[in-house]
């Protein structure tokens, strides 16, 4: 599994890009291997307890961020409400969507309560398309990530991400295991910006497309 990568850091905070296939915080009592963890020795031993500011899918890849103290945990956490994160990320979806660009406004059920709707917005573009095989490469933008939601709204559209076994129709998925040497969604956090707790700085960051995504990229030429 290729490492992570330290994109920035400062005394506040911490912005790592995460490889595919490891967990950003393992649930209580999962022992399962973690990103958390994996950076909890250095930091450890200079009594630093990093808190989380976005979760990303265990099979999703790119930028996560950490606050290195309580108050700038908090700090952050009451700026979202003013300066929302924008997070970009790059995806490769089943398909070739009508629209080019737009976005997509249905309520996800709330991850506590399935029965309650919470809002959600995902704004999209389709960089390109790759009509021989029936795929798309589209960026898309959002504030607020629910539980999956860049995966559900797409699968709302018939666009489900390409070789995501949860979501995608089972003989869709077969026919593209064909072409695909990969098993696993092609889901990138690839852009972030941030205004910095402290200094009130806007700050841009960026993540690498992983090997395996840009492979999948060529393939679909």
């Not at 959600?120 to 960026?139: C, G």
Request: overall charge positive.
């Amino acid at each position: 599994m290729p490492s992570k990568t330290i994109i920035f850091e400062d005394k506040s905070v911490l912005v790592v890009s995460k490889p595919r296939g490891l967990l950003t915080v393992a649930a209580k009592g999962n022992k399962q291997k973690n990103l958390l963890d994996e950076l909890k020795g250095k930091y450890q031993e200079e009594r630093i307890r990093l808190r989380p500011v976005n979760r990303i899918d265990r099979d999703t890849s790119g930028l996560v961020i950490f606050a290195k103290t309580k108050e700038v945990f908090m700090a952050i956490m009451q700026r979202q409400r003013l300066d929302k994160i924008e997070k970009t990320y790059l995806a490769i979806v089943t398909g070739i969507l009508k629209k080019k660009a737009g976005e997509i406004k249905i309520p996800l059920p709330s991850r506590e309560d399935p029965k309650t709707k919470i809002p959600a917005k995902t704004e999209y573009i389709v960089l390109r398309e790759f009509r021989t095989v029936k795929a798309s490469l589209v960026e898309v933008k959002i504030t607020s990530g629910k539980f999956h939601q860049i995966r559900k709204h797409f699968r709302i559209l018939d666009h489900a991400l390409l070789m995501d076994r949860d979501y995608m129709d089972r003989s869709e998925y077969v026919k593209y295991q064909k072409i695909v040497p990969f098993r696993h969604f092609f889901l990138h956090s690839s852009e972030m910006d941030f205004v910095h707790p402290i200094t009130g700085k806007k700050m841009h960051f960026r993540a690498d497309l992983p090997e395996e995504f840009a492979e999948t990229l060529k393939i679909l030429r």
